[in-house]
């Protein structure tokens, strides 16, 4: 399992794929939702509803099925 590289906490699928499509699609390290959120000084929410929009459009980086996010 991955750990964000900034706060170390244990992440989840949604949360990789985040950062390989909003900052580096070829990326080794990943952060969490809350240190994300810093980075673009945005909330979670927003970042989740992306992440939602993103699955929607078949951006294959966020499951479908949600059993996998974890």
């Known amino acids: 399992m991955s750990c964000c590289k900034q706060c170390g906490t244990a992440l989840k699928t949604v949360e990789v794929g985040l950062t390989m499509k909003l900052i580096d ?3 080794k390290e ?3 939702l809350d240190c994300l959120a810093a980075f673009f000084s945005c909330d979670r929410e927003l ?3 992306k992440a939602e929009q ?3 459009q078949g951006c294959t980086l966020f ?3 949600r059993t996998k996010e974890n």
Do not use: E
């Open 54 to 56: 993103f699955r929607k």
């Open 47 to 49: 970042l989740l509803k």
């Open 25 to 27: 699609r070829g990326a």
């Open 63 to 65: 499951p479908s099925d």
């Open 30 to 32: 990943y952060l969490c």
